[in-house]
């Protein structure tokens, strides 16, 4: 995430105070802007003052979840993760064709949770067709990067994996995060499968260079920092 420097404002529409309270501190603590709203009518009034991104409880006293996103989607595309015990797929179902944009049900692990909020917003920003770093140029549209003038063939992963650390420069990635964010949390694979990427990464991005752009940080993981 950059998104721990980026300041987007999350909202947690949550009956239940100790799962709010935990869900709070925790996108806080990864530089999200937070706000609680502890019933339906009081979180659709928050939810369509447009916030970043809102995680909605289905079970909610004055108003239910279902509702408040039925009510929200006639005003707002703000991207809605929703957040329930129900877990019948008949009730998954519901909240998606209602307009949520991802589902997860309770219990959850709070780095999944954090996983889809950073795709979410991902898909929420509008992507610049060109990024540009030191001597690096990668563009989007065509994937292709290049550096100081000379084509670098990346595969998709690699690609996608140094599409990652450059867009979220000046962060530690620990290895779970970079597999998260880039393989997806429904991807059955070993997060140890993101040291052989890097490798792969620095032979093409490193090699020959004397400014190295990929960085580890001992016992955290990955960086590139500016």
Not at 22 to 30: D, I
């Amino acid at each position: 995430m950059s998104e721990p420097a980026s300041g987007h404002k999350v909202l947690v529409i949550e009956d239940d105070a100790a799962i709010s309270r935990v869900l709070q501190l925790e996108l806080e603590h990864e530089g999200y802007q937070v706000d609680v709203a502890r019933d339906g009518l009081e979180g659709l009034e928050k939810a369509l003052k447009e916030p970043d991104l809102v995680i909605l409880d289905l079970m909610l006293p004055r108003m239910d979840g279902l509702e408040v996103c039925k009510r929200l989607r006639a005003k707002s595309a703000v991207p809605v993760i929703m957040l329930t015990a129900k877990d019948r797929v008949p009730d998954r179902v519901a909240g998606l064709d209602l307009g949520a944009d991802d589902y997860l049900t309770k219990p959850f692990a709070t780095a999944e949770l954090l996983a889809r909020v950073r795709a979410r917003l991902r898909e929420k920003q509008p992507k610049s067709n060109v990024i540009e770093y030191r001597d690096v140029v990668m563009d989007r549209d065509r994937h292709e990067v290049s550096r100081g003038g000379k084509p670098i063939a990346l595969t998709a992963k690699e690609y996608a994996l140094f599409e990652y650390l450059l867009l979220h420069r000046n962060k530690v990635h620990t290895r779970d995060e970079l597999f998260n964010g880039v393989w997806g949390s429904d991807f059955l694979g070993d997060s140890n499968l993101i040291d052989v990427y890097i490798r792969y990464l620095r032979g093409k991005i490193d090699e020959g260079f004397d400014d190295k752009l990929i960085a580890t940080v001992r016992g955290v993981g990955y960086t590139i920092k500016d």
